[in-house]
Structures are given as C-alpha cells and as structure tokens.
Antibody
Framework: EVQLVQSGAEVKKPGESLKISCKGS????????IAWVRQMPGKGLEWMGI????????RYSPSFQGQVTISADKSISTAYLQWSSLKASDTAMYYC?????????????WGQGTLVTVSS | QSVLTQPPSVSAAPGQKVTISCSGS????????VSWYQQLPGTAPKLLIY???KRPSGIPDRFSGSKSGTSATLGITGLQTGDEADYYC???????????FGGGTKLTVL
C-alpha cells in the first residue's frame, strides 16, 4: 500500500527556521516525483514545486522560488520542505503528494498534511 | 486569482446529477491533461479523475470527467450526502511551467 506520512503540526515564531518531512512507503520512492502543495486557511491548492528523489532534480514554482527549499534523502525515503526565516504569511497546511511525471497534474497519493502556524 | 476558473459553489439534491466546470486557456487545459480532486472537510485532497477522464482504482463510476478545447467538466451522478466536499481541477501550464489548480468548487447536497 502506497503511503506518504508527514511530520506533525508546528507552531513557530516569525524569523525561525523549519523543516517538515514526508516519508514514502509501499512503492519505489526513487522512481516518482514528490510535490509540495500549500493550502492557506480557507483557500485553494497551490503547487510549490517537486523533487525527484532518484537524482534530487528539483523544480520550483516561480511563486515559491527562493522562499523555500525542497530536498530529499532517498536512503530513508523522505522528502523535506524547509524555510530559513518564517513569516506569518507562511501559516498554512502543507501537503506532499506523489506526482507521476514532472509535467503531469496527476498527484495520485497524498500525505495527511502538516499544519504550520507562524505567530508571535 | 486562479489560472483555472471554477464556480465557487454548486448544489443539488440527493440522487441527482451535478456538473462542475473548469475553464482555462491554450497554455494549460487546451494542451494538457486535466485531473480532478475531491477534498472532504478536514482531509487531504484525493485524486478522482486523471488524464481528463480516467478513474483511479476504487473511484466509483458515478464520477466522470471530460474535456473540450480549453474547458473541462467533472460530472457526479447519484449524489450522496458523503459527496459534500470541495472539488478542484488541475493541469500543467506550459507558460508558467507549474501545475495550476482551479479555485475550487464547494458541492452541497441538499
């Protein structure tokens, strides 16, 4: 059974750093892209970028380039999303999802989400 | 403002049929596959339709997808109260080089 399990909810202050994780199981982690998707409170889905764990090829949405870093450790089948300096506007639910191809909108398995709250 | 345009809400009675539209352009829907996602309250999105009209294993045939030109449509027949959710369309945008989503449509089963 394909599963993506994300790390737990985080409460941070503005300016702090954060790294959240997404662990894949039940499939060949190195053969599929992992996407990160943001959902701000009461809003829709926003695609942030993807990583191919097999060779760490990473692509970012222009809206998120320079704002976050996507990485992966294929030895432990885990992808990461990190911030170096959080802002209140980063408060959102973040989902990882398996993306079938780098230019495909087919995100066939999703993690349960990680809620990030940034507040002073 | 989303690249893909969906109606904010639709409603219908149990047992009835509803359609949800998704309008784009030649840089996205017009030249790429469309997927549809269902997000039940408080849960992660779930893939309902991919490649315009294909259903993943386990998705009932009450759900269907179609595409014509720069628009796509999700159809749901035999509506159930458990279908109340937000529905999103998504596709690749060749100009932006990103996956783009519609703003979402809230389905109410009256």
């Amino acid at each position: 059974e394909v599963q993506l399990v994300q790390s737990g909810a985080e409460v941070k202050k503005p300016g702090e750093s954060l790294k959240i994780s997404c662990k894949g199981s039940g499939y060949s982690f190195t053969n599929y892209w992992i996407a990160w998707v943001r959902q701000m409170p009461g809003k829709g889905l926003e695609w942030m970028g993807i990583i191919y764990p097999g060779d760490s090829d990473t692509r970012y949405s222009p809206s998120f380039q320079g704002q976050v870093t996507i990485s992966a450790d294929k030895s432990i089948s885990t992808a990461y999303l990190q911030w170096s300096s959080l802002k209140a506007s980063d408060t959102a639910m973040y989902y990882c999802a398996r993306q079938v191809h780098s230019t495909s909108p087919r995100l066939d398995y999703w993690g349960q989400g990680t809620l990030v709250t940034v507040s002073s | 403002q989303s690249v893909l345009t969906q109606p904010p809400s639709v409603s219908a009675a149990p047992g009835q049929k509803v359609t949800i539209s998704c309008s784009g352009s030649s840089s996205n829907i017009g030249n790429n596959y469309v997927s549809w996602y269902q997000q039940l309250p408080g849960t992660a999105p779930k893939l309902l339709i991919y490649d315009n009209n294909k259903r993943p294993s386990g998705i009932p045939d009450r759900f269907s997808g179609s595409k014509s030109g720069t628009s796509a449509t999700l159809g749901i027949t035999g509506l159930q109260t458990g279908d109340e959710a937000d529905y999103y369309c998504g596709t690749w945008d060749n100009s932006l080089s990103v996956v783009v989503f519609g703003g979402g449509t809230k389905l109410t089963v009256l």
